[in-house]
């Protein structure tokens, strides 16, 4: 009998040792864990940033090509770049009864101003062009008689600022003209033209028309001559 108290005793002691030991274990885990678990994790402070802001700008772009390649000069009917002029004019000539006076056309080539007047006068740099052509009029002289003359034209042209004349591009032209060939067989006789007009856009995609009027003066040798109010206009292209 003592021995199975003895052996019951023993067992008990066992159990309650156990317990002990595992309650103990358990505890040490838990604080464990906490000590691992628990403890605030610091936040991690955001990278510091310039408070210089950066600003990336391209590089220029580069003028190299536009300074070496120039547009070339725009190309006309016969594959040329020269500038001509084609136009017609009636001239109602002093002296005359009726209106039949002379009827004409002339074909200029045009020049710009090697000389650059027109910057030096306050106007722009291409202000003055000059023309140089050929002409052909007929008709009746300031004494009624009949006149023919193939003239040479030698004329200076300058535009003043662009729609400074109630919105049009005006001009003035002065020139001489040398007969070539006139009534008769006649060669010789200079006479002259000058005049003013504006520029007009015809609406067909061509240069400015110009229409002018002005006072003109034509002599065949000695034998005619004709002078008085010209009416004209012209056509600008590119051969």
């Given at each position: ?8 005793l ?21 604080k ?51 500038n001509?002029?084609?136009g ?18 002339r ?18 740099q ?30 200076a ?29 006649t ?10 007009g ?42």
């Amino acid at each position: 009998m003592k021995n199975k108290t003895l052996f019951v005793l023993a067992i008990t002691l066992v159990v309650v040792f156990c317990i002990a030991d595992s309650a103990s274990a358990s505890k040490v885990v838990r604080k464990s864990v906490r000590k691992v678990v628990e403890p605030a994790i610091a936040p991690v402070p955001p990278p510091a940033t310039s408070t210089q802001e950066v600003i990336l700008t391209p590089p220029p772009a580069s003028t190299t090509e536009t300074e070496v390649k120039l547009p070339g000069k725009k190309k006309g009917l016969l594959g040329w770049s020269q500038n001509a002029d084609f136009g017609a004019a009636y001239q109602l000539c002093s002296g005359q009864q009726g209106l039949l006076g002379l009827i004409g056309a002339r074909g200029d080539f045009v020049f710009d101003d090697p000389w650059q007047l027109g910057g030096k006068v306050g106007l722009a740099q291409d202000a003055v062009q000059y023309k140089a052509g050929i002409g052909l009029y007929f008709g009746n002289d300031s004494n009624n008689n009949p006149i023919s003359t193939i003239p040479l034209f030698g004329e200076a042209i300058i535009y003043l600022p662009e729609n400074c004349f109630f919105g049009y591009d005006p001009y003035f032209n002065v020139g001489l003209n040398f007969n070539l060939y006139g009534t008769n067989q006649t060669f010789g006789g200079i006479g002259s033209q000058f005049g003013a007009g504006i520029l007009v856009d015809s609406g067909l995609g061509l240069e400015k028309t110009a229409i002018g009027i002005g006072f003109n003066s034509f002599n065949v040798g000695s034998i005619r001559s004709a002078s008085g109010i010209s009416l004209s206009f012209s056509q600008p292209i590119i051969l």
